[in-house]
């Protein structure tokens, strides 16, 4: 949630750059918080930390790929979910997707979210198994 706070909490706490263990990741809901958090995660992989990733949850815009995916190893991308969920459009996943196989890097989808645009999906995933679109969790992008 702080990103802006890794590398003092790194410092106080001795982690080591080389760990494997140690995973650190940031939130990117939209292209103004990817504009925002890049330098952040810029300095974790200066200071030689590899095992960064971003989540892409919610999903509420699309996001220029391309600059993360030479910082991360792991893109996860899912829809907002609970009541008042916000529109998620499946090209947005389409585009964190088609980026991460471009990188060579591995990439998870975990959910629609329980509000998407249900124009946007075809006949068949509105009426898959008899689920209600907006509660379809996962599936084939």
């Given amino acids: 949630k702080r990103p802006q706070s890794i590398p003092q909490a790194l410092?106080?706490?001795g982690a080591a750059a080389d760990s494997d263990n140690l995973w650190f990741g940031v939130t990117l809901e939209n292209q103004r918080a990817a504009d925002e958090r890049?330098?952040?995660?810029?300095r974790l992989h200066?200071?030689?930390y590899r095992?960064?990733?971003?989540?892409?949850?919610?999903?509420?815009?699309?996001?220029?790929w391309e600059p993360w995916t030479k910082l991360v190893r792991w893109i996860?991308?899912?829809?907002e979910s609970g009541p008042g969920a916000r529109w998620t459009y499946p090209d947005?996943?389409?585009m964190a997707r088609d980026a991460a196989k471009e990188a060579k890097i591995p990439f998870l989808f975990k959910q629609w979210g329980t509000s998407k645009n249900e124009d946007s999906l075809s006949n068949a995933a509105?009426?898959?198994a008899g689920r209600n679109p907006k509660e379809?969790?996962?599936?084939r992008l």
């Fill in 126 to 128: 509105a009426n898959d």
């Fill in 92 to 94: 947005w996943f389409r």
């Fill in 51 to 64: 095992n960064l990733f971003v989540s892409n949850e919610p999903a509420l815009s699309p996001i220029d």
């Fill in 38 to 42: 890049r330098p952040h995660i810029k």
């Fill in 76 to 79: 996860i991308a899912g829809g």
């Fill in 46 to 48: 200066r200071l030689g």
């Fill in 136 to 139: 379809k969790k996962g599936g």
């Fill in 11 to 13: 410092f106080y706490g």
